[in-house]
């Protein structure tokens, strides 16, 4: 290929290194202060054991076609089953990623004539999906009700005759910080609409069981809850829990569950074992509450910055270079922590987004909090 040919490519590259705002690919090391490996269940040894015990049995590890050809193996099921009844979901759906499963639920269930209100932060997975969909949307203001009231009030005024949709995260994945679901619930009744919950950050670590914030939502016909695997969970892929009505129409409908080879079995088996491993150890999150809530205060105290009250913690930088060389400066004391530059977080917003796991232990969030006051008032803006 002609040099030419790229010169569109590299120089976007180059406008991006310019901004700070070039990606590249890092190696783990130090310790773990980004990953959302919450409860360290995936290098568990007793995930590790289960997912042995599914190859003897002979689960395979791929699926070999999508789930309505010959991939719909029995451990599909099985984990969906099982799921409905620990989320209290009247379906689950199985998908590889919690990417695919917004993507195929935007997508697919809102109609044309529908209206998306959608929280202004939520995944980038949801806007793929909206973009792709049919039904109107809008932004709204971040964990603002009368913003999603006022939204859906306007399009009515002006003639919307669909169904409101309204789009959320449980806990957000950049600020920690918790959506008023009980109002948004309330707020979706009342105009006739459908609640999308996306628990990717709070299932396994928060609500009974790690059941998530929406556990007493679930049963209701109209709210869809979105339960990630590759976080808290420690495996991979997502379960979409719905009315067995929308779930039937996913299968029918959703060209990204449609078309796609279904999800590997021997992570449908490791999923089964990690949701039964909630319930058997409770007293990992247990741990888990207490080292974040440690995180939060050690964070106000070395940084004079308040927490979120979660086990993400952001540090806000603002300008783009500076998050970047504090962050590699982290990482060369043995702190993995990376910097979140727009447009993953709104401009003028670049942060370090610390994740608090189980796989650090409180000297250590101490002498990293103690480090990184040091680094931060080294790196001027």
Known sequence: MKAQELARYE?????????????????RAGADFSSNDYLALAGSARLSA??????QRGVPAGAG????????HPEHEALEAEAAVFFGAERVLYFGSGYAANTALFSTLPQRGDLIVYDALVHASAHEGIQAGKAQAVAAVHNDVESFALAIEQWRAEGGTGHPWIAVESLYSMDGDRAPLADLAALAEKYGGFLVIDEAHATGVFGADGRGFAADLEKR??????HTCG???GVSGALLGASAVLCDYLVNRARGFIYSTAPSPLMAAAVREALRMLVDEPQRRANFDALYGFA???LLSKLGVAGSGSQILPVLIGDNGRAVRIAERMRAEGFDIRAIR?????????RLRIAITLNVDGATITRMFTRLANIMAEEKP
Request: glycine share 12%; charged share 25%.
């Open 11 to 27: 120089n976007t590259l180059a406008g991006l290194e310019r901004k700070g705002r070039r990606r590249v690919l890092i190696e």
């Open 50 to 55: 289960a997912i042995t015990s599914a190859l």
């Open 65 to 72: 076609g999508s789930r309505l050809l010959r991939g719909n």
């Open 221 to 226: 016909g109209n709210i869809i809850v979105l």
């Open 231 to 233: 976080k808290a969970l």
């Open 296 to 298: 939060n205060a050690e």
């Open 342 to 350: 727009p447009p993953t977080v709104p401009e003028g917003t670049a």
